[in-house]
T-cell receptor, first 110, second 113 residues
Framework: QKEVEQNSGPLSVPEGAIASLNCTYSDRGSQSFFWYRQYSGKSPELIMSIYSNGDKEDGRFTAQLNKASQYVSLLIRDSQPSDSATYLCAVNRGAQKLVFGQGTRLTINP | DTGVSQNPRHKITKRGQNVTFRCDPISEHNRLYWYRQTLGQGPEFLTYFQNEAQLEKSRLLSDRFSAERPKGSFSTLEIQRTEQGDSAMYLC???????????FGQGTRLTVV
């Protein structure tokens, strides 16, 4: 079992809809969770971090964490074509060393 | 620009040659990380420094790879006797030890021919 698992997609969502991205992790002791966005050929860009159970909202983005289920999700409201990218879920395994999932490729269709 | 800076952005080298990459972290960040990313995969941790001390190396980091951060500021990653399997994006990230977030540079794309 991989430490961090994501559905690789591609996930296709119409413009204006809600995109829902999911991630599971295996280490129950994990405390910090991150979502990075990566455009093709570019480096990962941090968009959300979450540390406590529940929801965290930042603009059109909402991160959700359920430690009991070892599950992290990212919701993107009012999806825009510029949101088309690969979204990487990452878990901090100490000293900010990150373990990444393989990423979910998201396409927003105009 | 106060972000993480990596040079060169692209490197094409022949198999067997040595290459060196440089990373300049965000100025106040004391932790620096190297990751490798291949197509269709997430980044994989290679090694990290706290100030000038290299504190952890992944099993992915074979003895052909060496990293340094001599004065606790910029870092270099050297690959000796490159192989085609070394072709990847090499990413550098930095963080402030008191904060949980890490920020990535633009990466160096290595192609070994």
């Amino acid at each position: 079992q991989k430490e961090v698992e994501q559905n690789s997609g591609p996930l296709s969502v119409p413009e204006g809809a809600i995109a829902s991205l999911n991630c599971t992790y295996s280490d129950r002791g994990s405390q910090s969770f991150f979502w990075y966005r990566q455009y093709s050929g570019k480096s990962p860009e941090l968009i959300m971090s979450i540390y406590s159970n529940g929801d965290k909202e930042d603009g059109r983005f909402t991160a959700q964490l359920n430690k009991a289920s070892q599950y992290v999700s990212l919701l993107i409201r009012d999806s825009q074509p510029s949101d088309s990218a690969t979204y990487l879920c990452a878990v901090n395994r100490g000293a900010q060393k990150l373990v990444f999932g393989q990423g979910t490729r998201l396409t927003i269709n105009p | 620009d106060t972000g993480v800076s990596q040079n060169p952005r692209h490197k094409i080298t022949k198999r067997g040659q040595n290459v060196t990459f440089r990373c300049d972290p965000i100025s106040e960040h004391n932790r620096l990380y190297w990751y490798r990313q291949t197509l269709g995969q997430g980044p994989e941790f290679l090694t990290y420094f706290q100030n000038e001390a290299q504190l952890e190396k992944s099993r992915l980091l074979s003895d052909r790879f060496s990293a340094e951060r001599p004065k606790g500021s910029f870092s270099t990653l050297e690959i000796q006797r490159t192989e085609q399997g070394d072709s990847a994006m090499y990413l550098c990230a930095s963080s402030l030890g008191t904060q949980p977030e890490a920020f990535f540079g633009q990466g160096t794309r290595l192609t070994v021919v």
